[in-house]
């Protein structure tokens, strides 16, 4: 029953955010996944990872305030790599974050808010059962 709850729960946040305008240090990719992190997932680290940017290079070095080169570094810090994605789970492509929904994966675009990449073309997904900080 959680899983189906969390499987709804996920394409609520989707859907509700279709219409939010991409800007950056306000609903950007990292914000569109920490949003999703915390509100389906449990996952609170907005404060861990709260740094003020308003465009993508002040983004880029907001990720190294942290200690990161990339954000996939990043989100390698938090979670582990997963090779068989599921619903929910963290994507990478073209060094944006995304979400996981079946066969696709959601990614915020600047031009049309979101744009859907099948599973084969992204380059790096995490699972987001596999978080670090709740292991410990």
Request: with cysteine.
């Amino acid at each position: 029953m959680i899983f189906i709850d969390k499987v709804q729960l996920t394409r609520e946040y989707v859907e509700r955010n279709a219409e939010t305008p991409f800007e950056w240090g306000v609903f950007d990719c990292g914000l569109f996944v920490l949003g999703y992190l915390k509100e389906v997932q449990g996952i609170d680290l907005i404060e861990k990872y709260s740094l003020s940017y308003t465009t993508e290079l002040g983004s880029k070095r907001a990720v190294k305030k942290y200690g990161f080169d990339t954000l996939e570094e990043l989100v390698d810090s938090e979670f582990e790599r997963a090779d068989r994605p599921k619903r929910g789970d963290l994507a990478c492509y073209e060094g944006a974050l995304g979400i996981c929904m079946d066969q696709v994966c959601v990614f915020l675009n600047i031009d049309s808010n979101y744009v859907f990449i099948p599973n084969g073309q992204v380059s790096q997904f995490w699972g987001v059962q596999c978080h670090k900080q709740s292991q410990q």
